[in-house]
């Protein structure tokens, strides 16, 4: 069971790695679209935006509905809690750890006075 949430965490970090991923993401937050209302920065093919989504759908970070010939995209934030939920316990990691060497160098500089 631990190895399928490190992959399902890998695949979530691999799609966001990214930027035109996370532009895709950063639209789909503000409501659901059709693939080809997608403003992207820059035009793309269609097998590059293809391409992008499918990675995005393998992460589980969104889903897609084809209604009639439109195909409705709508992000799935899900996968993004396990993302900042394993941030987070990194930080509290790192914020022990700087709190660790601020109380050591307090120490030697007691230590000195």
Not at 18 to 43: F, K, S, Y
Request: glycine fraction near 8%; hydrophobic fraction near 40%; charge should be positive.
């Amino acid at each position: 069971m631990a190895g399928t949430k490190s992959i399902d965490l890998d695949e979530v970090f691999f799609a966001l790695s990214d930027p035109t991923r996370r532009a895709i993401i950063r639209q789909l937050a503000n409501g659901e679209t059709t693939v080809g209302r997608l403003g992207l920065p820059a035009p793309r093919a269609a097998a590059t935006l293809s391409k992008h989504l499918r990675v995005l759908e393998r992460a589980g970070l969104i889903t897609q509905e084809r209604q009639g010939r439109f195909l409705r995209t709508r992000l799935n934030p899900g996968p993004l809690w396990g993302g900042m939920s394993w941030l987070e316990d990194l930080r509290g990691l790192w914020d022990h750890q700087l709190d660790s060497l601020e109380r050591y160098l307090k120490a030697q500089r007691s230590q000195r006075s």
